[in-house]
């Protein structure tokens, strides 16, 4: 299949290379949240909810000197083409919810809030590639609508490597098609990388 | 006064991150104008600022004492944002970032707007809507001994004065003013809770009088305690 045009340049939706698909955020969607927000890359969707910080629900969980950070990732029954029953615990999701976990608690000064706990629901509404990326995106925007402190506001894309050239914020096509894929988390100001993924399925013989 | 500054500053922030996204050097010179490190520390004042965005390079001034109100921190020789909101400077040295959230962060002499959730025998363990719980002797009352202890329930609504806040411990309240008196603190009976953000809080509590509030007045007689923590009661009495 053609991932990019030999002749035009551009990819199967359009964009060249180093394009990126249309962003968009909102904040504030979610109005029992203490801080929500929905982000849009292109036709993949995402909403983020914050609960926090407050006090932490299960006693042994608690660290003495920093907040305790959680994270929980999950995809809508209707996100992807088929409405699948997504179990809630299943492999991808619980990766994807430790990535994220890990990657915001880089940003976020959790030593000023000892003993206390910030929850983070992410939820994909509209999958179409780069979910992971959108995740992220949409919790530090959520993370700041709730006043979280934060050193920093973390952003992340994805690339790819498709017909030998290297393709910026790849949608589901192109990353269901076999090439690798990176996601790339990086602290805006201090430019400083936090997230930094790399996906790569090979045959034997290649 | 009747605008909610975040809301603006909310989506500038939102199409901020875009932008930054998008492309880096294109964010420098937009119409924020304000991510130079190198810029005068004036530049950003009064703006809206978000996590991340250095305020002040310290490296420039030698000798000077500033004063870091919330919202900043200083990490080495910059002041840096931590939380999104308006960048304020009350000269000639203090600088702090007004933001509006759900969530409270206790500071000392407060008044706020507690709900008792347990019992204890020397606290009462009250929510003010802080990362923590915060306690409340149960002899922080006026003529409080220990034959003389206030019951109670959960769910009670207090309007108390926030006396201890430090990020190690937990808050502590008292139902008392600075002198030992009860003044206005204690239980609030019957009327009507509700929760807002800080910011509407600190915008009725603003001194001239908020008209919402002087307008209400002229129709009804009604007792209203706000918290700094975000939460309203208001209580109408039959004439």
């Given at each position: 299949m053609e991932y990019l045009d030999s002749l035009t340049g551009f990819r199967l939706d359009g964009r060249r290379p180093n394009d990126m698909r249309q962003i968009r955020g909102e904040i504030g969607v979610v109005a029992k949240a203490d801080g929500s927000a929905l982000f849009e890359m292109g036709n993949t969707k995402v909403i983020a909810a914050v609960y926090g910080p407050r006090e932490v629900q299960n006693k042994s969980q608690q660290i003495n000197n920093q907040a305790l950070v959680r994270c929980e990732y999950s995809m809508a029954n209707f996100s992807t083409g088929d409405r699948a029953r997504r179990p809630k615990g299943d492999r991808r999701s619980t990766e994807i919810s430790l990535v994220i976990r890990q990657t915001m608690e880089a940003c976020i000064l959790t030593h000023l809030m000892p003993r206390s706990q910030i929850d983070i629901f992410v939820q994909v509404l509209q999958a179409d590639g780069g979910t992971r990326s959108a995740c992220i995106n949409a919790a530090t925007l959520a993370l700041a609508d709730a006043g979280v402190p934060m050193c920093d506001i973390v952003t992340s894309c994805s690339a790819g490597y498709l017909s030998s050239t290297p393709l910026l914020d790849l949608n589901y096509i192109e990353d269901s098609a076999g090439g690798p894929d990176v996601t790339v988390g990086i602290l805006?100001?201090?430019?400083?990388?936090?997230l930094l993924q790399v996906y790569f399925r090979s045959g034997l013989d290649s | 006064k009747r605008h909610r500054p975040l809301r603006r500053s909310s989506i500038c922030f939102a199409s901020l991150l875009c932008s930054y996204a998008i492309n880096p050097q294109e964010t420098l010179t937009s119409e924020m104008n304000a991510e130079t490190s190198d810029a005068p520390p004036t530049s950003l004042v009064d703006r809206t600022v978000v996590p991340g965005d250095t305020v002040l390079d310290l490296t420039a001034m030698a000798n000077q004492t500033i004063k870091l109100g919330a919202g900043l921190r200083q990490d080495c020789d910059t002041i840096s944002v931590m939380k999104a909101g308006k960048l304020r400077l009350s000269k000639p040295n203090k600088y702090w970032v007004e933001s509006s959230h759900k969530r409270y962060v206790p500071c000392v002499e407060d008044t706020v707007l507690g709900i008792v959730v347990d019992c204890k025998p020397d606290n009462f363990l009250v929510?003010?809507?802080?990362?923590t719980l915060a306690f409340l002797p149960v002899l922080a009352f006026e003529g409080g001994t220990r034959r003389n202890i206030p019951k109670f329930e959960i769910g009670t609504l207090l309007y108390v004065r926030v006396v201890k806040a430090n990020n190690s411990m937990n808050p502590e309240l008292s139902c008392m003013d600075e002198t030992g008196k009860?003044?206005?603190f204690g239980q609030l009976k019957d009327g009507y809770m509700f929760e807002t953000s800080t910011g509407l809080s600190r915008m009725l509590l603003s001194s001239p009088t908020c008209p919402v509030l002087e307008a209400l007045g002229k129709k009804l007689s009604y007792e209203i305690a706000v918290g700094l923590n975000g939460r309203v009661w208001v209580s109408y009495y039959h004439s």
């Amino acid at each position: 299949m053609e991932y990019l045009d030999s002749l035009t340049g551009f990819r199967l939706d359009g964009r060249r290379p180093n394009d990126m698909r249309q962003i968009r955020g909102e904040i504030g969607v979610v109005a029992k949240a203490d801080g929500s927000a929905l982000f849009e890359m292109g036709n993949t969707k995402v909403i983020a909810a914050v609960y926090g910080p407050r006090e932490v629900q299960n006693k042994s969980q608690q660290i003495n000197n920093q907040a305790l950070v959680r994270c929980e990732y999950s995809m809508a029954n209707f996100s992807t083409g088929d409405r699948a029953r997504r179990p809630k615990g299943d492999r991808r999701s619980t990766e994807i919810s430790l990535v994220i976990r890990q990657t915001m608690e880089a940003c976020i000064l959790t030593h000023l809030m000892p003993r206390s706990q910030i929850d983070i629901f992410v939820q994909v509404l509209q999958a179409d590639g780069g979910t992971r990326s959108a995740c992220i995106n949409a919790a530090t925007l959520a993370l700041a609508d709730a006043g979280v402190p934060m050193c920093d506001i973390v952003t992340s894309c994805s690339a790819g490597y498709l017909s030998s050239t290297p393709l910026l914020d790849l949608n589901y096509i192109e990353d269901s098609a076999g090439g690798p894929d990176v996601t790339v988390g990086i602290l805006a100001k201090m430019d400083k990388v936090t997230l930094l993924q790399v996906y790569f399925r090979s045959g034997l013989d290649s | 006064k009747r605008h909610r500054p975040l809301r603006r500053s909310s989506i500038c922030f939102a199409s901020l991150l875009c932008s930054y996204a998008i492309n880096p050097q294109e964010t420098l010179t937009s119409e924020m104008n304000a991510e130079t490190s190198d810029a005068p520390p004036t530049s950003l004042v009064d703006r809206t600022v978000v996590p991340g965005d250095t305020v002040l390079d310290l490296t420039a001034m030698a000798n000077q004492t500033i004063k870091l109100g919330a919202g900043l921190r200083q990490d080495c020789d910059t002041i840096s944002v931590m939380k999104a909101g308006k960048l304020r400077l009350s000269k000639p040295n203090k600088y702090w970032v007004e933001s509006s959230h759900k969530r409270y962060v206790p500071c000392v002499e407060d008044t706020v707007l507690g709900i008792v959730v347990d019992c204890k025998p020397d606290n009462f363990l009250v929510d003010i809507k802080a990362p923590t719980l915060a306690f409340l002797p149960v002899l922080a009352f006026e003529g409080g001994t220990r034959r003389n202890i206030p019951k109670f329930e959960i769910g009670t609504l207090l309007y108390v004065r926030v006396v201890k806040a430090n990020n190690s411990m937990n808050p502590e309240l008292s139902c008392m003013d600075e002198t030992g008196k009860a003044a206005e603190f204690g239980q609030l009976k019957d009327g009507y809770m509700f929760e807002t953000s800080t910011g509407l809080s600190r915008m009725l509590l603003s001194s001239p009088t908020c008209p919402v509030l002087e307008a209400l007045g002229k129709k009804l007689s009604y007792e209203i305690a706000v918290g700094l923590n975000g939460r309203v009661w208001v209580s109408y009495y039959h004439s």
